[in-house]
């Protein structure tokens, strides 16, 4: 069975700051990778993706992650956090089933403080 | 806007009710997905379509619920006699045949059962 555990339910970094995000994941395959945010009162979308080429995958908005198999982790960073960064961060691993069933994580609430 | 949409936004209704929530996808996209949302969680997979074929279903998707894709366009997504437990976010998104696990989604339906 595939899943995704996300170390941390609440994160706190002021501006400026460096950002880290924290994914474990499960996987009998090669898994794909995703992060997507949700802003408050906005749609999920898609920061960056992992799909066994690069190990770090570069995203939108300055973020990046870093496929490390021998860790089983995908974790989100970036260098300077800015206040439009607040909101929920989640991890996902697609299943390989033929339905290519999306699993999420419980998600990281990111608060940027001034 | 080419974005994926749904209607209602909100939703409030009385226990025992039925309702019913719709989305349209991007045009061209064949693969629709529907997901539940709670407070503090990531969503949860409920039923996915490729084009008017509804290829998986989650165990969370109960007798109550039903899913429909008549013409591979747009869906709905009907909950028969809810109840409080039904009360979340649904969420709706679609993606290509090509890009798995690049899902777009809708802002979302809240349901609010009474």
């Known amino acids: 069975a595939q899943s995704v555990t996300q170390l941390d339910s609440h994160v706190s970094v002021s501006e400026g700051t460096p950002v880290l995000l924290r994914c474990n994941y499960s996987s009998s395959y090669s898994p794909s990778l995703f992060w997507y945010v949700q802003h408050p009162n906005k749609g999920l979308q898609l920061l960056l993706k992992?799909?066994?080429?690069?190990?770090l995958v570069k995203g939108i908005n300055g973020f990046e992650a870093e496929f490390k198999k021998s860790e089983t982790s995908f974790h989100l960073t970036k260098p300077s956090a800015h206040m439009s960064d607040a909101a929920e961060y989640f991890c996902v691993v697609i299943t390989n089933t033929g339905g290519f069933k999306t699993i999420f994580g419980a998600g990281t609430r990111l608060f940027v403080k001034a | 806007d080419t974005g994926v949409s749904q209607d209602p936004r909100h939703k409030i209704t009385k226990r025992g009710q039925n309702v019913t929530f719709r989305c349209d996808p991007i045009s061209e996209h064949n693969r629709l997905y529907w997901y539940r949302q709670t407070l503090g969680q990531g969503p949860e997979f409920l039923t996915y379509?490729?084009?008017?074929?509804?290829?998986?279903k989650s165990r969370l998707l109960s007798d109550r619920f039903s899913a429909e894709r008549p013409k591979g366009s747009f869906s709905t997504l009907e909950i028969q006699r809810t109840e409080q437990g039904d009360s979340a976010m649904y969420l709706c998104?679609?993606?290509?045949?090509?890009?798995?696990?690049?899902?777009?989604f809708g802002e979302g339906s809240r349901l609010t059962v009474l």
């Open positions: 998104a679609s993606s290509s045949g090509l890009a798995v696990g690049e899902l777009f």
């Open positions: 992992y799909t066994s080429a690069a190990t």
């Open positions: 379509f490729q084009n008017e074929a509804q290829l998986e």
